[in-house]
């Protein structure tokens, strides 16, 4: 259903017609915040993100400008579905979860280290987490989902996003310390 173009955004309207400028400036503007969550949450992040991007064009005209949920956070979800549906297929394929390689002991903090060091050192520690304690983690920190909207998404409780929550921060706790002489 295309809602009336009086009263979308003219930009939204634009790319839901297909406009490729409009799309483009779509993807500039949520585009960082999709492949973030790809690269989190995706072994193949980059056919996840031409994926989502392909189903948000396709179901634009469904986006409800007047209703809960704002554009980002729809796109956060559609693209959260999306990663779920191919966590689901590698699962029932039997395929493993590839973790990464880790080193034998994780490098000592420096407060001189990079954005992009402490980034990279964050999303080893994320690929470590289980996977419901990860899209959490993900969802809540990284995305700025709300609890209760995390709950819908996983079709749990919200005390189980809360339990899953809390384990993740303290794992990822234990993964971003510092080891200090500790095997």
Do not use: N
Not at 26 to 36: C, D, F, I
Not at 75 to 101: F, K, N, S, Y
Request: proline letters at 7%.
């Amino acid at each position: 259903m295309a809602w009336p173009a009086a009263r979308t955004d003219p930009l939204l309207d634009r790319a839901t017609r297909g406009d490729r400028a409009a799309r483009a400036a779509l993807l500039e503007q949520h585009g960082p915040r999709v492949y973030a969550l790809c690269t989190r949450l995706s072994h193949q992040p980059d056919d996840a993100y031409q994926e989502i991007w392909a189903r948000i064009f396709q179901r634009l005209d469904r986006f409800d400008p007047h209703g809960a949920a704002s554009l980002q956070t729809w796109i956060a979800t559609l693209a959260h579905r999306t990663l779920v549906d191919h966590h689901r297929r590698r699962a029932a394929r039997g395929d493993p979860l590839p973790l990464g390689e880790l080193p034998a002991q994780a490098p000592a903090v420096d407060e001189q280290l990079s954005a992009r060091a402490r980034a990279a050192q964050l999303d080893q520690a994320l690929s470590r987490l289980p996977e419901g304690q990860r899209r959490v983690v993900v969802l809540h920190h990284i995305e700025g989902l709300s609890l209760d909207e995390i709950a819908r998404e996983e079709g749990v409780a919200v005390g189980t996003v809360k339990s899953r929550l809390h384990r993740g921060r303290a794992r990822l706790a234990q993964l971003l310390a510092p080891h200090r002489g500790a095997p």
